[in-house]
C-alpha cells in the first residue's frame, strides 16, 4: 500500500489569517481526495484543532524551530504530526496532561469532556485542554508525544495523533456526468456501484476505490449476507476492466454469501451477454435483473 | 425584538433568529477566529427573549462542524434556552446530523447530557 504526504507547512509564525488559508488549502487538498466526506471533517477538524493549539501555545520567531504541521497516509491510517517549541516550564504540565488524557477509556474521555465543557470559563486563550479531548475523541488512539530540548527556556514539543480509517463503516462517493455513484455500506452490508462509468482516467478513479476496500478487508470479511447491487446504465471499455477488478476484489474479501445483483435494461441481450461474461471472470453468479 | 439573520461563511454558519416564529437556527461550520464575540448578538438576544418569549421555540442546530471554542458558545446557547424549559416554556431542540456522522450524532447526545431539554436527533441525507 502507497504511503504519502497530504499535506504540510513549516512557519516561523502563525496567525488568523494565515490559518484561515492554510486550512483553506486543506480544502482544496481534501476536494481532491477520494475520502468520504466524514473522513474529511475528522482530518479538518483534527487539523484545525491542532493548528490552532500551535498558534496558541507554540512560541513563534524561532527560524531553527518552525511550527510544523503535516498529514501523512500510512496504510489504513492518516498520521498528523505537530511540532512546535513550548516553554520549558510548562513542559511538565502538558506532559501529564497528555498521559493523563491517554489513559481515558472512550467513556470516560466523553465524562470529562462534558465536564470540562460544562464547567470551565471560556477565555480567549483557554480551551486547549478541550482541544486536546476533542482530538483524543475523534482520533480514538493515544497520541505520541515527545520532548526535546532546545535552549534553556524552551522545548521541541512533537505529537502525533493517528487517525485509523477502519473506523469509517461507510464509503460514499457521489455520482458525477462522468462517474457513478458508490457506497460501500458496511453495517447495512449493502454495496452499489450505479449510474455511469467514463471517468477521464479510470485507472486512477477505480485505484482509489479499490484501496478503500483494501483498507477494509476485515469489514467485507466480517459481513454475514452482503448484498452488492451493480446498476449501471453506460461504462466504457477502460471503466470496464477496472469494475471486473473491482467486483473480483470484493468477492476476494467477503464471504461466500455474497450476492450480486446486476441490473440491466430490458431487451438488452448484449448487456445481459456481458454481465455473464464478467460473473465468469470474477467466477461468481450473478443475479440478472431486467430493469 | 430584531431578528438576527446572518449569512453562512466557510468559517461561520448561518444564523436565523425570528422572534415573531419563535424560531432560532444555527446551520454550517463553526469555526469563527473570534468565537465569543461571534455568539456575543446571540447570547445577548436569547438573553432578551427569555423575558418575553414565544409560547412555543423551536431550535434547529445543523452542524457540520465546530471547533472547541465554539463548543463552548453553543452550550451558552442552550444554557439560555434551558431557562426558557424551567419557566415551563415549550422548547423544541431538532439536532440535525448527516447520515452515518457519528461523532456530530454523539456531539448532540453530549449536549443533551448536560442540558436538560429533550433532543430530536434527525438524521438528514447529504
Avoid at chain 1, 46 to 71: R, T, V, W
Avoid at chain 1, 213 to 233: A, C, S, W, Y
Avoid at chain 1, 247 to 276: G, M, R
Wanted: hydrophobic fraction near 35%; proline fraction near 3%.
Amino acid at each position: 500500500m502507497e504511503s504519502y504526504l497530504l499535506f504540510s507547512f513549516s512557519k516561523e509564525t502563525l496567525n488568523y489569517t494565515v490559518i484561515n488559508s492554510i486550512l483553506h488549502d486543506l480544502d482544496v487538498v481534501l476536494n481532491n481526495e477520494m475520502f468520504s466526506p466524514i473522513i474529511k471533517r475528522n482530518i479538518y477538524m483534527i487539523s484545525s484543532e491542532c493548528i490552532e493549539n500551535m498558534c496558541k501555545y507554540g512560541i513563534h520567531n524561532l527560524p531553527d524551530a518552525p511550527l510544523q504541521f503535516s498529514i501523512e497516509i500510512v496504510k489504513s491510517t492518516i498520521i498528523f504530526r505537530s511540532s512546535n517549541a513550548i516553554e520549558t516550564k510548562h513542559k511538565l504540565k502538558l506532559e501529564t496532561y497528555l498521559r493523563f488524557v491517554n489513559k481515558l477509556s472512550e467513556r470516560d474521555l466523553k465524562k470529562h469532556y462534558i465536564s470540562v465543557i460544562n464547567t470551565q470559563k471560556k477565555t480567549e486563550k483557554g480551551g486547549a485542554g478541550l482541544g486536546i479531548l476533542i482530538m483524543k475523541r475523534k482520533s480514538n488512539t493515544p497520541f505520541e508525544f515527545s520532548f526535546e530540548d532546545f535552549s534553556k527556556k524552551n522545548t521541541i514539543f512533537t505529537n502525533i495523533i493517528t487517525l485509523s480509517l477502519e473506523k469509517m463503516k461507510v464509503y460514499r462517493i457521489q455520482s458525477t456526468k462522468h462517474t457513478p455513484f458508490i457506497q460501500f455500506d458496511l453495517k447495512q452490508e449493502k454495496l452499489e456501484i450505479s449510474g455511469q462509468s467514463r471517468p477521464e482516467d479510470a485507472d486512477v478513479f477505480y485505484a482509489i476505490v479499490c484501496k478503500w476496500i483494501e483498507n477494509h478487508k476485515k469489514g467485507f470479511t466480517n459481513m454475514q449476507n452482503p448484498i452488492l447491487r451493480v446498476d449501471l446504465e453506460y461504462y466504457n471499455s477502460s471503466s470496464l476492466k477496472n469494475i471486473v477488478r473491482l467486483i473480483k476484489t470484493i468477492v476476494e474479501y467477503s464471504s461466500d454469501t455474497l450476492t450480486i445483483e446486476w441490473l440491466y435494461e430490458n431487451d438488452d441481450d448484449l448487456a445481459q451477454e456481458e454481465a455473464l461474461e464478467i460473473a465468469e471472470v470474477v467466477k461468481k453468479q450473478f443475479v440478472l435483473i431486467e430493469k | 425584538m430584531k431578528n438576527i439573520s446572518i449569512t453562512g461563511s466557510p468559517k461561520t454558519p448561518e444564523v436565523n433568529f425570528d422572534y415573531e416564529k419563535g424560531i432560532v437556527e444555527i446551520k454550517g461550520r463553526s469555526i469563527p477566529e473570534n468565537s465569543i464575540e461571534f455568539y456575543k448578538p446571540m447570547i445577548d438576544w436569547l438573553e432578551d427573549y427569555t423575558k418575553a418569549p414565544q409560547s412555543k421555540t423551536i431550535v434547529n442546530i445543523q452542524l457540520e462542524y465546530f471547533n472547541t471554542s465554539s463548543s463552548k458558545c453553543i452550550l451558552d446557547v442552550f444554557k439560555k434556552l434551558e431557562i426558557l424549559a424551567k419557566d415551563n416554556k415549550d422548547v423544541e431542540v431538532n439536532w440535525y446530523y448527516e447520515e452515518d456522522d457519528e461523532d456530530m450524532l454523539e456531539a448532540g447526545e453530549d449536549y443533551q447530557s448536560i442540558i436538560r431539554i429533550p433532543f430530536k436527533m434527525i438524521e438528514i441525507d447529504e
